[in-house]
Each structure stands twice: as C-alpha cells, then as structure tokens.
T-cell receptor
Framework: GEDVEQSLFLSVREGDSSVINCTYT??????LYWYKQEPGAGLQLLTY?????DMKQDQRLTVLLNKKDKHLSLRIADTQTGDSAIYFC??????????FGGGTRVLVKP | GAVVSQHPSRVICKSGTSVKIECRSL??????MFWYRQFPKQSLMLMAT?????????EQGVEKDKFLINHASLTLSTLTVTSAHPEDSSFYIC???????????????FGSGTQLSVL
C-alpha cells in the first residue's frame, strides 16, 4: 500500500531557508502536494507538482521531486515567523485518493 | 483561490447525540468531496469519498452507519456523526475537488475543520 513519511520537526532561524523532506512508496503517484496547517485550522494548499516534473518554483517556495528515489522536498526561502506551522506532503495515486505524510512541525525562531 | 466553507468550527455535544457537519464549496462545483479525520499530532486519515448524487465510498474500518455522508448537491456535503461517543472526539476536515480546469489542473481545497468534543 501507499506510505508517505516525513521528519517530525524542523527548527529554523528567521531569514534562513527551510527544507522539508518527504518520501513516498507508490510509484504510480500522479501528483504530489504540499499543504500547510496552522493551529486549529484546515489545510491550505501551498503548491503541487506533477510527477513528470522535477522542479517547480512559486515565489518563496521551491519543490524538488526525485522520482527515481521517490523523494519530494519543499524549500522555503527567507523563512518568516508566519511560516511556523505543520507541513504535510501528500501523494495522489490510483483512485484519486490522497495519502498524507505525518506532517513536519516547523518552528521559526526570531 | 477556491473556498471551501466548513461549519461548525467547533462543537461540544453529549454522548449519544448526533452531530452534523457541513462542507460547502463556495465558488466552484465539487462533484467529489472527501472527509478526513485527524487525531492530535497525527496525520489526516481519509474516512470516505463522497460523490454527488450517489452513495459515499468508505475506507476500511470506517463505520458507514456511524458516519453518515450525504452529498445532495454539487456544492454541499454533510457528515453526520450518529450516537456520538467520547472516542469520536476528533478534528474532522472536508475537502472538495475542483476539476473544472481539466485533469491536469485538478485541485483539492480544504475546509477549516471541525473540532468535535463528545462529553
């Protein structure tokens, strides 16, 4: 079955870059997503990448996809205190179902 | 971006009562909506997939008689937790699929979630 894994926690200083990593197992994934969840709130779609791409940049966000290694990363440039949140990666494979990773809690220190 | 409205945001109820949660897509038609459950500090677990005008598809281990899903229109899906018990206390999140841009531009948008506490 599908399995998506992320590291639990990341601490970063304001102004530095953050890199959140994600690995997945399903080679039939079509889309991979990054979502942001702030306390007590739903998920906000940050960005997504189609599986035939290896990079996507959107303002401060850069997504890298290594399909061979089934590795996805999200880089946040110039991290701000408002970026403190839990970040979930998710893959969409057959059946149009999303499988989420466990989430990475990002803490931005001033 | 598209907006999905979920209500209520928080509900406290007595054990044995039923609670209805609504999920609305405000500016697009959602033929498919999804219901997730999230335990504290854990990831989201898909409970069921709801297609407009047909019965919901439940994930393994999710009791369909316990979690009633109705997707009566292209903009509204409801989840009713029947005869709620303390173990049903959780954060429930809906999402709606916007497929109007075609398969390559398909997106999912999430509601803000409902924190259910059953006493």
């Amino acid at each position: 079955g599908e399995d998506v894994e992320q590291s639990l926690f990341l601490s970063v200083r304001e102004g530095d870059s953050s890199v959140i990593n994600c690995t997945y197992t399903d080679s039939s994934s079509t889309y991979l997503y990054w979502y942001k969840q702030e306390p007590g709130a739903g998920l906000q779609l940050l960005t997504y990448i189609f599986s035939n791409m290896d990079m996507k940049q959107d303002q401060r966000l850069t997504v890298l996809l290594n399909k061979k290694d089934k590795h996805l990363s999200l880089r946040i440039a110039d991290t701000q205190t408002g970026d403190s949140a839990i970040y979930f990666c998710a893959e969409k494979a057959a059946g149009n179902k999303l499988t989420f990773g466990g989430g990475t809690r990002v803490l931005v220190k001033p | 971006g598209a907006v999905v409205s979920q209500h209520p945001s928080r509900v406290i109820c007595k054990s044995g009562t039923s609670v209805k949660i609504e999920c609305r897509s405000l500016d697009f038609q959602a033929t498919t909506m999804f219901w997730y459950r999230q335990f504290p500090k854990q990831s989201l677990m898909l409970m069921a997939t709801s297609n407009e005008g047909s019965k919901a598809t439940y994930e393994q281990g999710v009791e369909k008689d316990k979690f009633l899903i109705n997707h009566a229109s292209l903009t509204l899906s409801t989840l009713t937790v029947t005869s709620a018990h303390p173990e049903d206390s959780s954060f429930y999140i809906c999402s709606a699929r916007d497929g109007t841009g075609g398969p390559l531009n398909e997106k999912l948008f999430f509601g803000s979630g409902t924190q259910l506490s059953v006493l």
